[in-house]
């Protein structure tokens, strides 16, 4: 129950504080990325680093920067497939998907094979 709490706790003060940097910025459809996915990953971290360590809590940061990548390379082949090449956003959205999974898996096989 505690747990539970404290995430609560730390995920409400995040989600605050990135909605407050969101509504400084102009113009306002770009505080939007400031909403909920990066105050509730950084909740999280500091959670997991409370409770697992600091090598558990970099595996897992690294891991959530291998899917903004792939996210990245996913959001920008579906506005490429949906501009250029004037496909249903149905077929664009499904066909990045491999993009997707090929940045993602990639990414994770380079990066964690150094570490």
Sequence with gaps: MLEYSLRFLAGGIAVSVFAALGDTLRPKSFAGLFGAAPSIALAT???????????FVALESRS?????????????TVCVLLKRFLLSSRAATMAALIVW???????SAALFQLS
């Design 64 to 76: 959530m920067i291998v899917g903004a990548f792939a996210l990245a390379a996913y959001s920008w």
């Design 101 to 107: 999974f090929a940045v993602a898996l990639g990414a």
């Design 45 to 55: 971290l500091l959670l997991t680093l409370s409770q697992k360590g600091a090598p």
